[in-house]
């Protein structure tokens, strides 16, 4: 079967990373114990985490572990039927099984009318279908910008099943770099810039490392809606 979303053109670029992660958490910031408030976005540098601030968003606990439950009873069958695919010598995306689902069921439906709402310009035209990106505990995806021939200036991705951290590196300059930490059951928002001038990663369990914290990545699926070029 040929997805959609296979034609949607992955630009890899290796980034180099010579300065760790400066930013103090807002936690460290405010005294508040951490992890009950700890920040989920650093960067190269404050000036950029202020800079695009306002086009990245990541909204802990967007969904209930219920949620999670509704998503994965109505994905796990057909995603079950598929194998993992690895080594696609041109492919963004390494250890990973995917699929895409315009009509759901109640309770999902629920829960993507809320991520709509809350992520895109109201009147936007949408995608139709939602993509589900099922990545194996071995999978990860390699830095890309999705296709601006496909997709608009928004993307939105549920996180379900395991924590993980997603990597924006600034296409024309390396140095420049954000690292969001998307916890289970988060909600993410790439808009304009953030889309448009940095790529985008998932880093493999290896290198799942936050600000300097260890983030176990497990196998993990993300529920993704974009909105139509304008
Ligand atoms: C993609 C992508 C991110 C995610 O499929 O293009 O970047 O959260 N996915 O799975
Ligand atoms: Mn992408």
Same mark, same amino acid.
């Given at each position: 079967?040929?997805? *959609?979303?296979?034609?949607?053109?992955?630009?890899? &670029?290796?980034?180099?990373? /010579?300065? =760790?992660? #400066?930013?103090?958490?807002? /936690? !460290?910031?405010?005294?508040? @114990?951490?992890?009950?408030?700890?920040?989920?976005?650093?960067? /190269?540098?404050?000036?950029?985490?202020?800079?695009?601030?306002? =086009?990245?968003?990541?909204? #802990?606990?967007?969904? %209930?572990?219920?949620?999670?439950?509704?998503?994965? =009873?109505?994905?796990?069958?057909?995603?079950?039927? &598929?194998?993992?695919?690895?080594?696609?010598?041109?492919?963004?995306?390494?250890?990973?099984?995917? %699929?895409?689902?315009?009509?759901?069921?109640?309770?999902?439906?629920?829960?993507?009318?809320?991520? #709509?709402?809350? !992520?895109?310009?109201?009147?936007?035209?949408? +995608?139709?279908?939602?993509?589900? *990106?099922?990545?194996?505990? %071995?999978?990860?995806?390699?830095?890309?910008?999705?296709?601006?021939?496909?997709?608009?200036?928004?993307?939105?991705? @549920?996180?379900? @099943?395991?924590?993980?951290?997603?990597?924006?590196?600034?296409?024309?300059? !390396?140095?420049?770099?954000?690292?969001? *930490? +998307?916890?289970?059951?988060?909600?993410?928002?790439?808009?304009?810039?953030?889309?448009?001038?940095? %790529?985008? =990663?998932?880093?493999?369990?290896?290198?799942?490392?936050?600000?300097?914290?260890?983030?176990?990545?497990? #196998?993990?699926?993300?529920?993704?809606?974009?909105?139509?070029?304008?």
């Amino acid at each position: 079967m040929k997805l *959609l979303l296979n034609v949607l053109k992955r630009i890899h &670029k290796p980034a180099v990373y /010579s300065s =760790q992660p #400066r930013c103090r958490s807002s /936690s !460290a910031r405010s005294g508040l @114990l951490p992890l009950r408030d700890e920040a989920l976005i650093v960067g /190269s540098n404050p000036e950029l985490v202020q800079r695009l601030g306002p =086009q990245v968003e990541v909204r #802990r606990g967007f969904i %209930t572990e219920e949620e999670e439950g509704a998503f994965m =009873q109505e994905l796990e069958l057909g995603l079950k039927k &598929k194998r993992y695919e690895f080594d696609h010598w041109d492919g963004a995306i390494h250890g990973y099984r995917e %699929t895409e689902r315009v009509m759901w069921g109640e309770r999902c439906e629920e829960v993507l009318s809320r991520v #709509r709402s809350g !992520a895109f310009p109201e009147g936007s035209p949408l +995608l139709g279908p939602v993509h589900i *990106l099922d990545l194996d505990k %071995t999978g990860y995806i390699k830095p890309h910008i999705d296709s601006v021939k496909f997709c608009g200036s928004t993307i939105a991705g @549920l996180s379900l @099943l395991s924590d993980s951290i997603m990597r924006l590196v600034k296409e024309d300059d !390396a140095e420049e770099w954000l690292d969001l *930490l +998307l916890p289970r059951f988060s909600l993410y928002i790439l808009r304009d810039q953030a889309r448009y001038n940095f %790529t985008h =990663q998932i880093l493999k369990d290896e290198e799942s490392v936050f600000n300097g914290q260890r983030v176990p990545r497990l #196998r993990r699926i993300s529920v993704i809606c974009r909105n139509l070029p304008g």
